[in-house]
């Protein structure tokens, strides 16, 4: 169990996600948006409901789902602003 210590502590990555295909490179604007009103991206899973991403800033912790990663990205940083 050691081993997946440092894979549950790691944080979002956008570029991995890029490169493995499950955001597109149009998505690094909204990642960045997230970034610079002062989020950061706490979890992206796929559910039932549609593509759900938890976000943690310093006034507030919430979540929205999306019908695809775009949508998810794009509710999330108009809740930020």
């Known amino acids: 169990m050691k081993n997946f210590s440092k894979y549950i502590e790691e944080a979002f990555n956008a570029k991995k996600a ?3 295909g499950n955001l597109e490179k ?4 909204h990642v960045d ?7 950061t991206i706490d979890d992206f899973i796929i559910t039932s409901t549609g ?6 800033s310093k006034k507030r912790d919430f979540k929205v789902v999306g ?3 775009t949508d998810a ?7 930020l602003k």
């Open 18 to 20: 890029i490169k493995t």
């Open 73 to 79: 990205l794009k509710r999330a940083v108009k809740e």
């Open 67 to 69: 019908k695809n990663p």
């Open 26 to 29: 149009s998505d690094l604007v």
């Open 33 to 39: 948006a997230i970034k610079k009103y002062g989020g």
């Open 51 to 56: 593509y759900e991403l938890k976000i943690k």
